[in-house]
Structures are given as structure tokens and as C-alpha cells.
């Protein structure tokens, strides 16, 4: 079988990589933590300083989900990768599935300092090896230079405040909500994310709920922002002109700001939620599967915040350079006593609008040839389509444990706490992809 060199072991230090092939193909490449099982001689895939490395298919073979982005957990001493979209689980060395299907997946053969692919087809070569990256673009404190003309100044206080290991997670998700400057507000959240994962394969998993009640915010502070009513937002132009693209990334930037203390607010609001009993089915709790999920779209939103921030600066601009709105914590307010409705109208209202209109706002910025914007924007539309999916994922587990209809209950939902309509254009493709077929959206009339 034809071998592809993926390049030096010294180059290879992401946790994954995207192998772009010159037939087409996309594929994946894990470097993952050798698993010490018996007996102890190194697998062909395996370096010498502790590292495995495993490839398969980069498209998820259920619904074409990116598997690049997958979640990797160790099952019977096994890597096992998790689609974002719908959960299915594939085994990185074998493409096994627990639910019939299967991934392919391709031998990698670690030579000395080399790394190589077994492909099947002849005639094919690597054309380019893309690190993928989950990392949060945060402001060093340390300023050497001069900001730009027409950037804040760099005044955020040192260091975000991180609370000990016997927080809990709602003493995080309080913390961070009542947190109102945006630099720490991200980096905590990052923060919580990883803690929270890391200690999951422990003996001391984090807790869930504090013995001591938390006091949430009844709304976030944010710091040295200028807040408008969500009717009184300038409109920020067609996307031709600088000012009006600065003008729609801004726009951007404070809703994934929002969407970050949404996320947390869902897991220290609704911590002790529990579901109606309908025999034979007893009343449950939340899984902890609930809260990872739930932190990991909040991880999701302060990268989203990072990059758009971040590329405000490149354009010679700034976060709260203009005026804001709350209008989704509105909505938050709105929903505060029912998990049903929070999940219907945040996740499955206004995220899957965003679905809706990402491909318009990307087509805007790619006119006018701003491709670094359109890189930003692009991830973050991928990012979204999996926000959906835990919105439909945990309302239809809501409804499952209450025999109700998912559909049903999410359209009265709506009828009740959004003030407004829902109508084209519907992105059918990318809700369908977060499960939401047209049963949700169409002909919902007030």
C-alpha cells in the first residue's frame, strides 16, 4: 500500500492536524498520549518520547460532521472520538462504532524521525498538513509596545482571579457570570473547561452543586462598554466598506460574549433541575454529560469572542469601540424558570438564526476580499452548528424522560417567550445537520 510522508516527528506538536490530500480527500491526523497497556512493545504507531498517532477520515460517515473537532475519551483502553454533531463514537484505530457504523481509518507508521500515512490509491500526495486549533486568543498583560492609533489602551487589570480546587462547578459558572471584565471573563471560562474535563477520568471529579447557595447577577456586568436598546444599534452597513465590516465584527463579538455567559448560566441555573415523573418513568436529574456539554459551548463561545476581538485590533479597531445591546440576556430573563424554554429559545431560536445568516455574512466579507475575517467567521459557523445539536440534543432527553413530543413542546415555546416571528431565510441544510428538520421552524404562527 502507498505510504504519504506527513513530515519529521519535531514538526508534529498539535494534538490533531488536518491532512489535505491532492485527490481531495480530507483526513485526520490524532497525536494522542501513548495508553500503556501489556505487553509494553511500542505499536508502529507509536514514537519513541510517549506519543501515538492515529488517522482517519475527517468527514463523520453518519452526516459528514467534522471529526477534527471531535471529543476524545479513553474507553477499554481505547481512543475513542466523539462527531460533535450527533455523538457517534468511533474507535481512531479501528473506525468502530457502537452504533453499526464504521470511519476509515488509515495505518500510521512512526520510521525513526518520520512520519507516514498508508493510503490506498496510487498517484496521490499530501498537499498541506493544518494544524487544528482550540486555542483562546487572550491579551498578554505585558504591553511592549504602543497600542495602534485608534485601539483602547491595554488597562485590564494583571491577573484573572481563579478560585480553588474545592470550588464547585456552580461557584465557577457564579464567579464567571458576575465577572465583568471580557479579558478574564474568557480566560476563566477556558479555564473552567479544561478543569472540569481533566478531572472527569479522576478519582476527584469536580462538584456539581455548591452546599452554600451562589448569587447569580441579574444581569452580567460588563466593564467600559457603552450599552443601547437592541432598537437604537446603527446598522452596520452592506460589509463594502471597512467601517461597516468593523461594524458587524463588533456586532459579533458582543453577542459570542453573551452566548459565553448564556452557556454558563444554563449549568448553575438549572443545576438541581430535575424532570416530571410520568410512570413508569421516575423523575432525573441532569447527567454530568449535561454540564461537560454545556461548558464546552461556553469554551466554544469565548474562542469565538478571542477571535473576533483579536481581528477588531488587526482592523485597527477595538471591542467597545461602539455601543452594545443585552437583548439576548432578555431573552435569558424571559426563560429563567423553565430549562425547556431557556433551551428553545437560546439554543434553538436565536443560535440556529445565526445558522441562518452566517453564510450571508461570510459571502459579504469574502466580496470584499477580508479572507482573515472569513477564516474567523468560518469556524465559528462550524462551532455553532454543534451548539444546535446540544440544544436538541438535551431538550429531546428532557422530553424523552417526560414522553413528550420534542417538536411540540419547543413550538409552544415559542409561541410563548419569543417576541417575534420565525421565517426565511432557514439555513435547512446546516439545522438539519443540528437536527432540526423543518417541523421545528416551519408555519409556526402566532
Known amino acids: 500500500m502507498p505510504s504519504l510522508s506527513l513530515g519529521p516527528l519535531s514538526a508534529l506538536t498539535h494534538t490533531r492536524y488536518v491532512i489535505y490530500l491532492s485527490d481531495g480527500k480530507r483526513l485526520v491526523l490524532f497525536r494522542l498520549p501513548s495508553i500503556e497497556t501489556q505487553p509494553a512493545a511500542k505499536s508502529r504507531n507509536e514514537s519513541g518520547d510517549g506519543w501515538s498517532y492515529y488517522a482517519m477520515e475527517a468527514e463523520c460517515p453518519h452526516a459528514g460532521g467534522p471529526l477534527d473537532e471531535a471529543q476524545v475519551d479513553i474507553e477499554d483502553s481505547a481512543y475513542i472520538v466523539s462527531c460533535p454533531w450527533h455523538a457517534y463514537d468511533f474507535n481512531v484505530e479501528t473506525g468502530e462504532s457502537s452504533v453499526g457504523i464504521k470511519a476509515c481509518t488509515f495505518p500510521v507508521d512512526v520510521q525513526g524521525e518520520t512520519v507516514t500515512l ?29 497600542p495602534s492609533v485608534g485601539t483602547a489602551p491595554m488597562d485590564r487589570p494583571e491577573n484573572a482571579q481563579y478560585l480553588d480546587d474545592n470550588a464547585t462547578l456552580c461557584d465557577w459558572c457564579a464567579h464567571i457570570l458576575n465577572t465583568s471584565n471580557a479579558e478574564h471573563k474568557i480566560e476563566l471560562t477556558a479555564r473552567l473547561f479544561a478543569t472540569f474535563v481533566s478531572r472527569e477520568s479522576t478519582p476527584s471529579p469536580m462538584t456539581i452543586i455548591s452546599s452554600n447557595s451562589v448569587s447569580l447577577p441579574l444581569m452580567p456586568p460588563r466593564e467600559k462598554l457603552v450599552e443601547v436598546q437592541p432598537g437604537q444599534m446603527q446598522k452596520p452597513g452592506r460589509g ?57 459551548v461556553a469554551s466554544d463561545e469565548a474562542k469565538h469572542f478571542s477571535l473576533l476581538r483579536s481581528r477588531l485590533e488587526e482592523m485597527g479597531s477595538y471591542f467597545g469601540a461602539l455601543p452594545v445591546h443585552h437583548g439576548l440576556w432578555e431573552s435569558a430573563t424571559k426563560t429563567a424558570h423553565d430549562l425547556r424554554a ?27 476580499k477580508d479572507y482573515e475575517s472569513v477564516e474567523a467567521l468560518e469556524i465559528i459557523h462550524n462551532d455553532e452548528i454543534t451548539h444546535v445539536t446540544t440544544g436538541h440534543r438535551w431538550l429531546s432527553w428532557i422530553c424523552q424522560q417526560e414522553q413528550t413530543d420534542t417538536v411540540d413542546v419547543f413550538r409552544s415555546n415559542v409561541r410563548k417567550y419569543f417576541a417575534g416571528t420565525l421565517k426565511e431565510p432557514f439555513n435547512r441544510d446546516a439545522r438539519a445537520m443540528a437536527g432540526m428538520d423543518a417541523r421545528y421552524y416551519e408555519n409556526l404562527a402566532y
Open 118 to 146: 498508508a493510503y490506498g490509491l496510487d498517484n496521490v500526495s499530501v498537499a498541506r498538513l493544518e494544524a487544528v486549533s482550540e486555542a483562546i486568543k487572550l491579551k498578554s498583560p505585558c504591553i511592549d509596545s504602543t
Open 240 to 296: 463594502g466598506t471597512l467601517k461597516s465590516r468593523i461594524a458587524m465584527l463588533h456586532a459579533l463579538a458582543n453577542i459570542e460574549l453573551w452566548a459565553i455567559d448564556l452557556a454558563l448560566d444554563i449549568c448553575v441555573r438549572f443545576a438541581e433541575f430535575q424532570t416530571r415523573a410520568s410512570p413508569p418513568e421516575p423523575a432525573r436529574q441532569l447527567p454530568r454529560t449535561f454540564f461537560h456539554d454545556w461548558l464546552k
Open 342 to 368: 431557556r433551551i428553545s429559545i437560546i439554543a434553538l431560536v436565536h443560535e440556529a438564526r445565526g445558522l441562518d445568516v452566517n453564510p450571508m455574512t461570510i459571502a459579504k466579507f469574502r466580496a470584499a
